[in-house]
T-cell receptor, first 110, second 115 residues
């Protein structure tokens, strides 16, 4: 069964400090991983996906199949990064459901 | 393009009642998924509909059901409401058929309160 684990419910980081939001997954096949973000009073939206290997708003995430992890990182936190972050997984076959973790609230301290 | 819309935005019901929530996907999107969002459990997948057929299903009891119409609009129904059904219900749509279109576009949600 597919499972996504985000071990931290809340992460507080000072502005300018590095950020790492942890995500571990369980899936026997080949996964597709995503990070979604929900800013205050806004809709949940896609931040990035591992297949694109891109950096969005300074965030990057690398899929580590050996450790079954997809941690989200940013070298220097900004106040506007405060939000709820969800890691999500889908089987790498067409049209599979997308399963989300429980989310981590990132709070950037001034 | 207009985003995903959900109606109503807020609902208050009592235990034992039933409720129907509605979702209109982005034009051209044929897949609609429903999620239950709570502070303790995060986002839990309910089901996904594509071309009027349920394509994927989560682990919710049979009291939770849904359907999709020919214009891709979807409804979700919860019967015999329980206090624990109080949550934000999110609808998401996506293009389907090719992997690069796996991105989900979410609606604002319907806040259901069961008293």
């Amino acid at each position: 069964a597919q499972r996504v684990t985000q071990p931290e419910k809340l992460l507080s980081v000072f502005k300018g400090a590095p950020v790492e939001l942890k995500c571990n997954y369980s899936y026997s096949g080949s996964p597709e991983l995503f990070w979604y973000v929900q800013y205050s009073r806004q809709r949940l939206q896609l931040l990035l996906r591992h297949i694109s290997r891109e950096s969005i708003k300074g965030f990057t995430a690398d899929l580590n199949k050996g450790e079954t992890s997809f941690h989200l990182k940013k070298p220097f936190a900004q106040e506007e990064d405060s939000a709820m972050y969800y890691c999500a997984l889908s089987a790498a076959r067409r049209d599979d459901k997308i399963i989300f973790g429980k989310g981590t609230r990132l709070h950037i301290l001034p | 393009k207009a985003g995903v819309t959900q109606t109503p935005r807020y609902l208050i019901k009592t235990r034992g009642q039933q409720v129907t929530l509605s979702c209109s996907p982005i034009s051209g999107h044929r897949s609609v998924s429903w999620y239950q969002q709570t502070p303790g459990q995060g986002l839990q997948f309910l089901f996904e509909y594509f071309s009027e057929t349920q394509r994927n299903k989560g682990n919710f009891p049979g009291r939770f059901s849904g359907r999709q119409f020919s214009n891709s609009r979807s409804e979700m129904n919860v019967s015999t409401l329980e206090l624990g059904d109080s949550a934000l219900y999110l609808c998401a749509s996506r293009l389907s058929g090719t992997k690069p279109h796996n991105e989900q576009f979410f609606g604002p949600g319907t806040r259901l309160t069961v008293l």
